[in-house]
């Protein structure tokens, strides 16, 4: 992974600067019967589906809650006090950080595979993590993260379906993943802009 991968990594696992931000108020159980918006159907498209390697990010049950106000459980790896030892960041990473780490192989394989005219696999159900991942400091999981990480995901979940095209689905899934860093992290946009797709080259005079 070049420099800038691991820069990626390191602004997810290093403690937040400045005044904290205060945490959004969650239960100490997460709410009876809570499940996620089910995924949008996948539409007919002209792209061929593809089989690939599997992701190195895990997906989420169906069932499990993933959301701002799900509850962390602690002295899991990557929690708080509980880094990750890792040859990237000596400072141990966070679970949001291995799961970036993750989205960010999975976005490059499915630019790949939209290159070649083929569909990615469906992705929203890991990377909807995001929202209940710790990062190495808690003031960091808010409700503006919250809301970025949202806007993120919907493009996750159109290129899952295929709307309104696979290709643009996911230059709005690029987009959002920059925004979200924009506001928190910018360090990392250079390296998320080379996960677009090249621009149709203009038709001839």
Same mark, same amino acid.
């Given at each position: 992974?070049?420099?800038?991968?691991?820069?990626?990594?390191?602004?997810?696992?290093?403690?937040?600067?400045?005044?904290?931000?205060?945490?959004?108020?969650?239960?100490?159980?997460?709410?009876?019967?809570?499940?996620?918006?089910?995924?949008?159907?996948?539409? !007919?498209?002209?792209?061929? !589906?593809?089989?690939?390697?599997?992701? #190195?990010?895990?997906?989420?049950?169906?069932?499990?809650?993933?959301?701002?106000?799900?509850?962390? /459980?602690?002295?899991?790896?990557?929690?708080?006090?509980?880094?990750?030892?890792?040859?990237?960041?000596?400072?141990?990473?966070? @679970?949001?950080?291995?799961?970036? +780490?993750?989205?960010?192989?999975?976005?490059?394989?499915?630019?790949?595979?939209?290159?070649?005219?083929?569909?990615?696999?469906?992705?929203?159900? /890991?990377?909807?993590?995001? +929202?209940?991942?710790?990062?190495?400091?808690?003031? +960091?999981?808010?409700?503006?993260?919250?809301?970025?990480?949202?806007?993120?995901?919907?493009?996750?979940?159109?290129?899952?379906?295929? @709307?309104?095209?696979?290709?643009?689905?996911?230059?709005?899934?690029?987009?959002?993943?920059?925004?979200?860093?924009?506001?928190?992290? #910018?360090?990392?946009?250079?390296?998320?802009?080379?996960?677009?797709?090249? @621009?149709?080259?203009?038709?001839? #005079?």
């Amino acid at each position: 992974m070049g420099a800038l991968g691991i820069l990626l990594i390191a602004c997810c696992s290093r403690p937040a600067s400045g005044p904290d931000v205060p945490v959004a108020a969650e239960p100490a159980t997460a709410p009876a019967g809570a499940s996620p918006a089910a995924a949008s159907p996948v539409a !007919a498209s002209p792209v061929a !589906a593809s089989p690939v390697a599997a992701s #190195p990010v895990a997906a989420l049950p169906a069932a499990t809650d993933c959301t701002l106000a799900t509850p962390l /459980r602690p002295g899991i790896p990557g929690s708080p006090g509980n880094l990750v030892p890792s040859d990237i960041n000596p400072n141990g990473m966070s @679970e949001l950080a291995l799961l970036m +780490r993750g989205m960010l192989a999975d976005m490059r394989a499915a630019r790949e595979l939209l290159a070649q005219n083929k569909a990615p696999p469906p992705m929203f159900d /890991r990377h909807r993590r995001i +929202r209940c991942a710790w990062p190495s400091d808690p003031a +960091r999981r808010n409700e503006t993260f919250d809301a970025l990480a949202q806007a993120y995901l919907a493009g996750i979940r159109a290129l899952d379906a295929r @709307e309104p095209s696979p290709e643009a689905a996911y230059q709005a899934a690029v987009t959002g993943c920059r925004g979200c860093h924009e506001a928190s992290c #910018p360090g990392p946009t250079e390296l998320i802009e080379t996960l677009r797709l090249p @621009e149709a080259a203009p038709p001839p #005079p």
